[in-house]
C-alpha cells in the first residue's frame, strides 16, 4: 500500500498547490485552475514491485452541489500516457473515487480535461481490495461566549473585528485558511493584481 500526496508530484504542470481544504483533509491539493483552458498534466513516478494495483484519487465533484451539468472539474488519470479513468465525478465531499489499475512501475499522470478547477489530493495505492476511508474528526464545542462573532479574515472582516474589539466587544474572528487577508491575502494575491 502507498498513498502519494498530490502536492508532493514530481511535476504539478500547471495545476497549483491550493490550500483552502487544509482544515477538512489535513493537507493541501493539486488544483487545475485554468479559467476554462486545460492545464499542463502534474506527474510523477511511482516505482513498485510487480503485480497488479488498483488506484484510488482523493477528490471532489465541487460543481455538484448545484445539481445540474456536468460536473466542472473533470480530469483524468493516466498511466505512461494511458488514460484509466474519469476523475472529479464522485459528488460534493472530497472522498475516494476509484481511478483505475496499473501493473508495477509507472509514470502517473493528472490531465485537466476543463480548466475549471479540477480537484486532487492524493494518490493510494493498494495489491489488495481495501479501498481508503475518510476519517472525519468529531465536532466539539468552543466553550467560550462571545458578543461578537465575525466569520472570515478577509479585509472586511478583520476590519469590522478589530472595530469590534476597540469599542470593548468580546469579538472571536473565525478564518478557515491560514493566513489573513481573504482574496487580498499573500496567499490567494486575487486583489494584487497578481503581484507578491
Given amino acids: ?13 500547471g495545476w497549483v498547490v491550493e490550500t483552502q481544504s487544509i482544515e ?23 516505482e513498485l514491485p510487480g503485480g497488479n494495483y488498483r488506484i484510488y484519487a482523493l477528490t471532489r465533484d465541487w460543481t455538484a452541489v448545484w445539481g445540474r451539468g456536468k460536473p466542472a472539474g473533470r480530469f483524468e488519470l493516466r498511466a505512461d500516457g494511458k488514460p484509466l ?5 464522485n459528488g460534493s465531499d472530497w472522498d475516494w473515487q476509484f481511478a483505475g489499475e496499473i501493473h508495477g512501475s509507472a509514470k502517473l499522470s493528472l490531465h485537466d480535461l476543463t480548466g475549471f478547477n479540477g480537484r486532487c489530493a492524493g494518490l493510494f495505492l493498494t495489491d489488495s481490495d481495501d479501498k481508503p476511508e475518510i476519517i472525519e474528526e468529531p465536532i466539539t464545542d468552543f466553550p467560550e461566549e ?13 476590519c ?18 491560514g493566513v489573513l487577508g481573504g482574496c487580498n491575502s499573500s496567499e490567494v494575491r486575487v486583489s494584487m493584481g497578481g503581484q507578491p
Fill in 1 to 13: 500500500k502507498r498513498f502519494i500526496p498530490a502536492a508532493a508530484f514530481e511535476e504539478h504542470g
Fill in 24 to 46: 477538512t483533509l489535513g493537507s493541501s491539493y493539486l488544483m487545475a485552475h485554468g479559467l476554462g483552458k486545460p492545464v499542463a498534466d502534474a506527474e510523477t513516478y511511482v
Fill in 85 to 89: 479513468a474519469l476523475l472529479g465525478t
Fill in 146 to 158: 462571545f458578543d461578537f462573532i465575525d466569520a472570515g479574515g478577509g479585509v472586511a472582516g478583520v
Fill in 160 to 177: 469590522t473585528a478589530l472595530a469590534a474589539v476597540r469599542s470593548g466587544v468580546k469579538t472571536l474572528l473565525v478564518e478557515d485558511r
